[in-house]
């Protein structure tokens, strides 16, 4: 079945610095990738997300990368603030079985 | 609309003892959810629906079961609580076909003792 690993499991930036958090999966039928950010005591909240035909999308401060040779996916943060500092979790997700597997979270901190 | 609705939202059970986590969707969703959060371990699929009237395994089944009681609800028993189970549980949910999004409910915060 598809596993997907994340790294780093923490990082530490200084305000305004950006930050990468990368995923790789194992799965080459997978062909969603979402990233959801969750504040402590909340639940999981969809941040951005990229399909297997995109290699690249943009929000604002937060961008996915994905390479599908490599079969690993990235999330980049820039002018990182105070209120990016949570965990964030990647996933793959595998339309032929519906599944969702969760990476196991970045815990990011961004000093002031 | 509530979106994705748990209950309860935290419980305390005894080893051995059986309960039932409530899940409902608001959202018309086909397929359904559930994880477990543990510290260092990201979320794990329990159990999922993709439509109603199927379940399937997850990556953690043993221990519990499953009901996709109609469209909007999805209910996952533990018959014999393990302190192993001490976790915080998500339901999720989401539409089936081009859009993608999984919505997720507040969490169930369950100790076993």
């Known amino acids: 079945g598809e596993n997907v690993e994340q790294h780093p499991s923490t990082l530490s930036v200084q305000e305004g610095d950006s930050a990468v958090i990368k995923c790789t999966y194992s799965?080459?039928?997978?062909?969603?990738f979402p990233w959801y950010k969750q504040e402590l005591g909340k639940r999981p909240q969809l941040i951005i997300d990229i399909r297997s035909n995109v290699g690249e999308k943009k929000d604002q401060r937060i961008a996915v990368t994905l390479n599908k040779t490599a079969k690993h996916f990235s999330l980049h943060i820039t002018e990182t603030q105070p209120e990016d500092s949570a965990v964030y979790f990647c996933a793959a997700y595998d339309s032929g079985t519906y599944k969702y597997i969760f990476g196991t979270g970045t815990r990011l901190k961004v000093l002031a | 609309n509530a979106g994705v609705t748990q209950t309860p939202k935290f419980q305390v059970l005894k080893t051995g003892q059986s309960m039932t986590l409530q899940c409902a969707q608001d959202?018309?969703?086909?397929?359904m959810y559930w994880y477990r959060q543990d510290p260092g371990m990201g979320l794990r699929l329990i159990y999922y629906?993709?439509?109603?009237?199927?379940?399937d395994k997850g990556e953690v089944p043993n221990g519990y079961n499953v009901s996709r009681l109609n469209k909007r609800e999805f209910s996952l028993r533990l018959e014999s609580a393990a302190p192993s189970q001490t976790s915080v549980y998500f339901c999720?949910?989401?539409?089936?076909?081009?859009?993608?999004?999984?919505?997720f409910g507040p969490g169930t915060r369950l100790l076993v003792l």
């Open positions: 999720a949910s989401r539409y089936t076909g081009g859009e993608k999004t999984q919505y």
């Open positions: 799965d080459s039928a997978s062909n969603y």
């Open positions: 959202m018309n969703h086909n397929s």
């Open positions: 629906s993709a439509s109603e009237g199927t379940t």
